[in-house]
Structures are given as C-alpha cells and as structure tokens.
C-alpha cells in the first residue's frame, strides 16, 4: 500500500519534471499506518467537523497528502488531478493550499507555519470540547514535520505552548531523515531533538519509519499518553523498498526518467504510470470508508444534542443574531460622553462588549495584557486541564502566537484574538499573510502605533510597519481616529469572515471628534469628517491620531480664508473598494495633504503626483510624545504652513 503512494509521487513529479519526491517516499509507510489504522475521517465528508486533523507541516512533500487523498477516495483528487501536479487551475499545486480541496487542512510551505498551525488546531479542539462536550468533539491532531521545520524559530515557540498547556492529542511525525537541502544536517544541526522535546513538556519515542509494526505500535502509544508526542521516525529519503535505498532527486529537484524508472523496478512496481491496480486500489477505498460508522453515529448524536444549534452556528462561524446589540450600546454611550481616551482603552472598552455577546472570541496576548488592554474583566484563562477559559497567556511568542491562530481559525468554531505592539508585526508577517492567503477570520490587536508612544524609543516605534501590512492582499488595516473609530472598526473586524484584521492602536489619549452613532462610516473605508466652509482649496487626510490634530490644523485655515475639508481615512483597503465617484467626491480635487506618524511610503494613491506628506521620513527617536511629535514636525502648525506656502 505504501508503494502506491511512492509510485504515484514518483510518476507526478516525472511528468511536471519539478516536484520533491523524496519525503512523499521517505513517509509513505509512516502515512500508510496513519490513514489505515489511527486517523479517524471520511473520505466521503472530509470536512466532517469532529474528524482528526492532518497537517503536512513539510508541505514541499505535497505529493504525499496527495497521493493519500487521490488512494483514499476523496473526491477532487483523481488521477486528472494528480496527472496534473503543480499546474495551472488544479488542486495539486507544488505545497498544499488551503480552499483549492477540502482535505487539505492549512496552506503549508513555509516551514514550521503548519507544525504551529497544528497547535492552534489541537488547542481549538480542546477548547470546544469544554464547551460542548465530548460527545461532539472529540479529535486528534497529527502533524508530518521534517527537520526544516523543527530548525525554524517558530518552531521552537509552537512546541513549547503545546507543552506547557499539555495539549495531549496532538501527535508530530517528525521525518528524520537527516538531510536537508544543502545536504546533511549535521551541516548546520547538531540538537538533540528529542532532548529539546522532552524538556518542552513532550513525550517522545524513536521508531524505524520503515517498520510498519513498529510504527503502528508507536502510533498506538501516542493514542494513550497524556502529553503531545514527538515520535521521530528515522527513514531514507527517496526510500524504495526493498531495496532499503534512497533516490537521488530527494528534495530539491525531480527523479530523471531513468532514476524514477529505476526506483519503481527496485519497489517491484510494474504498473504503467499513475495505474493502481484494482486490488490495491480497493484496499485504500476502504481505508478511506473506515470512519463512516463512526461519522454517521456522530451525526445521531449531533441530531439529539441540546446545544445543536449553537454548535452549527460557532462552526459555520456565523455571528449570534444579536451580538451587535451591545456594540451599539457602546457607540451611543461614546457619542454622548465623548471620552478622550487612547484607542487601546477604547479597544478594550469594545470588547468587554463584544466577547460576552460572541462566544466564538477567544483574547490574549504576546504577554503584553495591560499594555494591549486584550483582557475582559470576568472572562477566565485557558490553563493546562481546564479549556473553558477564552484568554490565553501567550507569552513572547509573537511566532507562535500568530500561526496558532491561524490554525484555530482554520480547525471552525473560535475567532481568535490577540495583542502586541505595532513593531512586532514584522515577527508575526509570514503567519498574517497566510492568514490573508487562506481567508481565515483572525483579529490582531497591534497598539503603540507611532512615535506616539514616546520614551520606548525607535526600536519600539513602527514607522514604516503600517506601509508592510497595508501590501498585504486581503489583509484589512483598521487606524482608528477616536474612542467611535475604534468601536466601528472592532464591528468591522469581528464581521469580516473572508480575511484577517489589523487594529493599530494608540497609547497616548486621543480628542474625540465623532458624535454621531447611527452609520458605521468606518465601513466605506474614509469619509469627510468635516467639509470646507466653501469651495475647498485643500483636504487635510489623516488616520488615527493625526485626525484630531489635522482638525486643529483646519480650524486655523478656515480662520484664515482657507477653505478645508478634513478626511479621515481609517482604513485603506476598505475605502479602494468603494466606486471610483466615492472616492472621488470624498477626497475632492483641490490640494491633498496626507498626515501619518509614519513614512509616506503608499500616500501617493491618495495625494496624487501635487499633494503633501507630513509625516516620518526616517525612524523615530527617545523622548515624550509632545516632545515627538514637535521634532519631526508633525503638528497642526506644520500642516497650516505647509498649505499656505504651497497655495501662495
């Protein structure tokens, strides 16, 4: 049965004449163990919500969860599908992609992502089965890693959160072949792996991957220990049986024609290429059926259970029906007291709001809480042994953290939320643009948004961050003005199912300048908060704190014959969506100034080739925020002489 997985890797990876063969043949006996005898699922219902959880952390190895999808039945993935591997509109692309076939788990490629991807599933699943009980969730989550994705950095922040809160059904294959691209790992790599495990909180065992008993014996004992399991299967990369041997080609490049010819004579394969004999082909269908009973006596329980209902709304992530309710609550109340107020104040004022009324939102924070103001008051902790808490500790782990949040998106039934400074974006960057890349519904609380926060200095002060997330395809950038900006945008993020979500927010105290409360006028992305007094002669376009101070600038203006409009413009993306008259009209075609306390890198789209950037031109420096701010000439009197010096 593993030879078919090999014969199909071998004979993909011929035709495309680029691929990575050498792991899908290298794990074929580890996955065959797997899907056959462990790996609870159904092939006819591969989204089957209580089904075990299978991540392919080593994604260049794709030909293996593709092999395994095409063997087991799964539709989608027939032999078309596999003849066309890594080609244009096919579900077999060179790593797994999420959304192109349902039983791919997690975009993976990057290494490490999945393997942390893998902790979030594993505490989602955790998670959920404190609050509806065993009888409806009960699954594993097993990882295939390689020695790349345990070298990586997040990886070592994934393993030691799974540990500590002793997430006991995750179970990582880590295929230790010893060979990576550049050659042999002792190159670069000298860890003891199991030692770096073991004191993470890990239990582990060595096994001969190419043993199967051996294997399903060690499976077996990974089903019963009460810790996550790193079992470290030493294979041969490239391996054929039964000759024991490896291939060349093994990860970096495709088998020629005749080493692939040569690798299926020295497995006994003599079948014309992507032909799986009957026989065999039968014996995978019905390991791809085996969890149907199992599925469809889930199904009778789902049917009777109280919580029914509630389980299919938090899985299909739709919002309750009136969780809105005590976010308008909150945006009346702002409009009549008008606090000034830092928007990570008002941030956590909008979640003790919102988490109450959404169930599905589970906080923490990079172990920054009373900095990022993440935490709501009565909402408990997820500890190791008690799930029902929804705020997690995540300590310095900004990797980490970021990727199990994609993978908690990913398992269904939690929306994630989590906080940290705007700078330490660029430590969560490759798992925020997966999430931008899978679609997923995962909220970043980024607060310290500018020099704003004065004395920490340039090391802390995100200059040019925003500019590197506002590049990112379907990421939404929120910078909200004032304590109703924030409010609005927290109910954009939260309903925003088909992306993720950034909050840069301040920490110095921001003039209100909304009193309205009907319209959520974030939600066309800019608007004009306040107009010329007649025909414009300049739009002042700010976001987050440089609003109130651009209206201070227009006021000045104004008092001097200059007629000016003020925008604010909280989030880019939203507002390039809207119809070109939209934009048109709220921007106007008199002078455009943009004001940000950060660098003007992407202003032009707004300001056009004659307009204005009053802003950073470099990084920031060590000083209070007033302080800041008067240095790098960013303040309403800068402004006002900017326009009049370019008006004449």
Known sequence: MADAIRALAIDAVEQAKSGHPGMPM???????????????????????????????????????????????????????EIRRFRQLHSPAAGHPEFGEHPGIETTTGPLGQGLANAVGMALAERMLAARFGKSLVDHRTWVIAGDGCLQEGISHEAASLAGHLQLDKLTVLYDDNQ??????????????????????????????????????????????????????????????????????????????????????????WNHPAFEVPEGLR?????????????RRAWLKRLAKHPMQAEFERALAGRLPEAWHEPLAALRAKTAADMPKIASRIASQRALEALVPAVPEMVGGSADLTGSNNTNVKGIPAV??????????????????????????????????????????????????????????????????DSIGLGE????????????????????????????????????????????????????????????????????????????????RRATLIATGSEVPLALVARAALEADGIPTAVVSLPSWELFAAQDASYREQVLGDALRVGIEAAVGFGWERWLGPEGIFIGMGGFGAS????????????????????????LG
């Open 383 to 448: 500890t190791a042994g008690n799930f029902a808490g929804r705020y997690i500790h995540w300590g310095v782990r900004e990797h980490g953290m970021a990727a199990a949040m994609n993978g908690m998106a990913l398992h269904g039934g939690i929306i994630p939320y989590s906080g940290t400074f705007l700078v330490f974006a660029d430590y969560m960057r490759p798992a925020i643009r997966l999430a931008a890349l899978m679609r997923q519904r995962v909220i970043h609380v980024l607060t310290h």
């Open 456 to 535: 920490d200095g340039p090391t802390h002060q995100p200059v040019e961050t925003l500019a590197g997330l506002r590049c990112i395809p379907n990421l939404a950038v929120f910078r909200p003005g004032d304590a109703m900006e924030t409010a609005e945008c927290w109910e954009l993020a939260v309903k925003r199912a088909d992306g993720p979500s950034v909050l840069a927010l301040s920490r110095q105290n921001l003039t209100p300048f909304r009193t309205d409360s009907g319209e959520n006028r974030c939600a066309r992305g800019g608007y004009v908060v306040e107009e010329a007094s007649g025909e």
């Open 282 to 294: 039968e014996r995978w269908e019905a390991a791809g059926k085996r969890g149907g009973g199992t």
């Open 26 to 80: 290298g794990m074929a006996d580890v996955a065959t163990a797997l899907f056959t005898k462990f790996l609870k699922f159904d092939a006819a219902d591969p989204r089957w919500p209580d089904r075990d959880r299978f991540v392919l952390s080593a994604g260049h190895g794709s030909m293996l969860l593709y092999a395994l999808l095409n063997l087991t039945g799964h539709a989608g993935m027939g032999i078309e």
């Open 179 to 268: 060979i990576t691209i550049d050659g042999d790992t002792s190159l670069s790599f000298t860890d003891d792996t199991l030692k770096r495990f073991a004191a993470y909180g890990w239990a582990v065992r060595r096994v001969d991957g190419h043993d199967a008993e051996a294997v399903a014996s060690a499976l077996a004992w990974a089903t019963r220990v009460n810790k996550p399991v790193l079992l470290a299967c030493r294979t041969i990369i490239g391996f054929s049986a039964p000759t024991k041997a490896g291939t060349a080609g093994s990860h970096g490049s495709p088998l020629g024609a005749a080493e692939a010819a040569a690798a299926k004579s020295a497995m006994g």
């Open 623 to 646: 000083a209070p925020a007033e302080d800041l701010f008067r240095h790098f000439g960013i303040t309403a009197d800068a402004v006002v002489a900017a326009v009049k010096k370019r």
